[in-house]
Nanobody, 124 residues
């Protein structure tokens, strides 16, 4: 079992930055990949970014490339999503998820555990 708790969401203006955090407990954090997904009202949950078990590999959705950075601190059992140059279309509930194995995945079906989500709202 893995418990995930996100934090760091909020209401910001276009062009601002936010850093989301996700604290994990339970299974050995350094043994599995982590991912961030988001879901906007009326839309399906979509992949944002993923990071391998040791941080050596990262993958981003096209919408996140160049603006978002995923990182992890295995000593703190925490994964982060630094979001810069935010746009109104980034408005969504952001979820962190624990992967089924150590390597990056882009499909939500490859993640076994999910946090409760944190709301990010970007005003224009």
């Amino acid at each position: 079992q893995v418990q995930l708790v996100e934090s760091g969401g909020g209401l910001v203006q276009a062009g601002d930055s936010l850093r989301l955090s996700c604290a994990a407990s339970g299974r050995t954090f350094s043994s599995y990949a982590m991912g961030w997904f988001r879901q906007a009202p009326g839309k399906e949950r979509e992949f944002v970014a993923s990071i391998s078990y040791n941080g050596g590999m990262k993958n981003y959705a096209d919408s996140a490339k160049g603006r978002f950075t995923i990182s992890r601190d295995n000593a703190k059992n925490t994964v982060y999503l630094q979001m810069n140059s935010l746009k109104p279309e980034d408005t969504a509930v952001y979820y962190c998820a624990a992967g089924r194995g150590p390597f990056i995945r882009t499909s939500w079906g490859d993640y076994d555990y999910w946090g409760q989500g944190t709301q990010v709202t970007v005003s224009s």
